[in-house]
């Protein structure tokens, strides 16, 4: 790594879509299609009805379509924080889930790469304007007239319904959106990678980290416990800052080299310019400066975290004297999915995970905002109940 000089990572192709294949302009109707198919699922009707049982509309597939039937989907912190409506207005009912992996159903006639019984994932994303700069550089995550995401979001190209994710028994996906899940990656123990992997793996890639840099991550949760086993994977010394010394053990065991509570000043103040880049996961507002000292000349501080409220302010001189970086990343772009997917299966990296049946979801919510889980709960979708006869969105 040269520290503070961000490298484009060298992602595999990225997407590009050339004037015949391409779909109809967002503003365009749907193309006509044949009657949907009803998808058990479980999501919230309103920020405080908890997951109930609901049944989803998903579209009959189109010819650049991949209809995946799901057998698991990871619970990330986010789909906690949108089904409670803690980032601001939803649309309702909502089935969250954006860490998906299943084997495919069907495909439509123009997808050539993907057949049934292919292992498959859907992470955060279903599609995006497909030619804005940031689209053609394969960063469609950062796409200029907004990213399609998985569930609760206006999809232009299907007659603006409104996305519903991986809480279910089913989805149909773009083929340009679905990512393939490489042989030798236990199906539910890869679901997380979809979303807490490729987050935390594309800023340690656009860091460029290696052997010998020095990583923190702060909260050891669903990304946190990502960050440190890829970092790892990556060849670096791996520092983990937790709120819970209940934790300390299994930061080692992930592979961890340190542990520091971040309670603890005298702790902090051991760590004062050590690190290169930190990897800021925590789900809640919380104080950023005493994390910039632990930051060499050069360093950077990965913010991941999405807390429903603002954070206390940023010391502009913590940033000045050090030349520190302050940033920001979201997911990853799809070919960047495809290469951390590809990355982790030779490195044998996985997520830890606790899997729970749809009756078990609403707790499984509680636990995670308590931090009682190791690492990521994953929803087994065989334990959805049928869907009724009725979609309910
Ligand atoms: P998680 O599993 O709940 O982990 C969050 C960790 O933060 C906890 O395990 C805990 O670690 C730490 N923490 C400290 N104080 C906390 C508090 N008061 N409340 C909650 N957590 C606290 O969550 P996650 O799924 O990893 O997601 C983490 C955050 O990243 C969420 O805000 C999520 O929305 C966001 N996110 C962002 C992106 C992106 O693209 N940037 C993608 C996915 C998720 P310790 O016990 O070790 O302190
Ligand atoms: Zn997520
Ligand atoms: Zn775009």
Redesign the pocket.
Same mark, same amino acid.
């Given at each position: 790594m040269t520290p503070g000089r961000p490298v484009p990572p060298p992602l595999g192709k990225p997407l590009v879509v050339s004037e015949e294949t391409a779909d109809p302009a967002p503003s365009a109707p749907a193309a006509a299609q044949g009657p949907p198919t009803l998808a058990a699922a479980y999501g919230a009707t309103s920020a405080v009805s908890g997951l109930v049982p609901l049944t989803v509309a998903r579209r009959a597939p189109k010819e650049d379509d991949v209809e995946i039937e799901i057998d698991f989907c990871g619970l990330? #912190?986010?789909d906690v #924080?949108a089904t409670r409506g803690e980032w601001g207005a939803q649309s309702y009912p909502l089935v969250p889930g954006h860490e998906i992996v299943g084997r495919v159903r069907s495909v439509g006639s123009a997808v050539d790469d993907f057949a049934p019984g292919d292992l498959v994932g859907v992470g955060?994303l279903v599609d995006s304007c497909r030619e804005c700069d940031s689209c053609l550089e394969g960063l469609e995550q950062y796409c200029e007239r907004g990213n399609v995401g998985t569930y609760g979001v206006k999809d232009a190209r299907n007659g603006d319904s409104i996305t519903q994710g991986g809480y279910s028994t089913s989805v149909v996906v773009d083929r340009r959106f679905v990512l393939r899940v490489p042989d030798g990656l236990d199906p539910a123990a890869a679901a997380p990678l979809l979303? /807490?992997g490729i %987050?935390t793996y594309s800023p340690l890639r656009y860091f460029d980290v290696e052997e010998g840099d020095v990583v923190g991550v702060v !909260?050891? !949760?669903?990304? !946190?416990h990502m960050a440190v086993k890829i970092a790892k994977a990556m060849g670096a010394h791996v520092v983990v800052f937790? %709120?819970?010394e209940a934790?300390f053990e299994a930061a080692i065991e992930l592979g961890a080299d340190d542990v520091i509570l971040?309670k603890d000043p005298e702790a902090m103040e051991g760590a004062n310019r050590s690190i290169d880049v930190i990897i800021d996961?925590? /789900?809640?507002p #919380?104080d950023l400066n005493p994390y910039f000292r632990t930051l060499r000349l050069n360093g950077a501080l990965f913010q *991941?975290? *999405?807390?429903p409220t603002d954070m206390p302010p940023v010391s502009p001189g913590a940033l000045i004297r050090r030349r520190l970086s302050y940033a !920001?990343? *979201?997911?990853g772009g799809i070919a960047e999915t495809q290469e951390m997917l590809d990355f982790c299966a030779e490195h044998g990296v996985v997520s830890d995970v606790e899997v729970v049946t749809a009756r078990q979801l609403n707790e499984a919510y509680d636990r995670?905002?308590a931090?009682d889980?190791k690492?990521?709960f994953v929803l087994d979708t065989k334990t959805l109940q049928p869907a009724s006869e009725k979609a309910d969105v």
């Open positions: 990330c #912190h986010s #924080h955060c979303c /807490a %987050t !909260g050891l !949760g669903g990304l !946190g937790t %709120t819970s934790k971040s996961t925590v /789900a809640a #919380h *991941l975290g *999405l807390p !920001g990343s *979201l997911i995670m905002v931090g889980v690492y990521r």
